[in-house]
């Protein structure tokens, strides 16, 4: 059931931030996205721990495969500015309360954005790396559909939260999420980039530290 729901997903489209940029432009297909995962939100104030739980939850939802499908279309007519000021605009929200999440932002926008300019650019080897990689490792692209849903899910909420506590630990679970994204988006680079010798390395790594080693010794 998880890998056939995470092969539902598109997974070349999402963007952990979609949502967050939806509140800079209000369309009505962030509008209707936002009001049905609002119980979800609600939950994740109260306690940012269940941000997975909650994202594999509303993964099992086909009303919310169909919204976030609609959604992704409209994040596809973004511009790299617009998106780096959305993140800033996330960064704000923290700053405020003298929260520093800029590493976090740079793993997530590091991500989107070389998405984006692969759709944009470089879309049929784009889509058939990650078809491989739903098929040949499943579990895989499942966890990766729950890690985006999840930041998602947090940044949304962060959007919500009045006092430092809350934003304090919507950004630790934020922190370990963006770990296990930027293992991803450099796998995906690798994959899509590298030659099959050095793709071989990628399956050995247990950490991104170990990628990065990897990489530069090959």
Request: glycine letters at 4%; aromatic letters at 8%.
């Amino acid at each position: 059931m998880s890998s056939q729901v995470a092969l539902a997903i598109p997974p070349p489209l999402s963007m952990p931030l979609q949502a967050l940029y939806g509140t800079l432009i209000r369309t009505h297909p962030y509008n209707t996205f936002l009001e049905y995962v609002k119980p979800h939100i609600k939950h994740i104030l109260d306690r940012p721990e269940t941000a997975e739980e909650e994202a594999k939850e509303l993964l099992n939802d086909i009303k919310f495969l169909l919204l976030t499908t609609l959604l992704q279309c409209a994040v596809l007519t973004i511009s790299e500015d617009k998106l780096r000021e959305a993140y800033g605009y996330a960064q704000d929200i923290f700053g405020k309360f003298g929260i520093d999440i800029e590493d976090l932002m740079e793993i997530i926008l590091e991500h989107d954005l070389w998405k984006l300019r692969q759709i944009r650019g470089n879309f049929d080897d784009f889509v058939t790396m990650f078809l491989n990689f739903a098929a040949e490792s499943p579990e895989d692209a499942y966890r990766y559909a729950v890690i985006s849903t999840a930041l998602t899910l947090l940044l949304i909420a962060s959007l919500g939260a009045k006092t430092r506590e809350k934003l304090e630990s919507i950004a630790n679970e934020t922190r370990k999420l963006t770990d296990e994204l930027e293992l991803y988006t450099l796998t995906f680079m690798v994959t899509l980039e590298r030659n099959e010798e050095e793709n071989r390395v990628v399956v050995t790594a247990g950490s991104t530290e170990e990628l990065r080693k990897a990489l530069e010794a090959a």
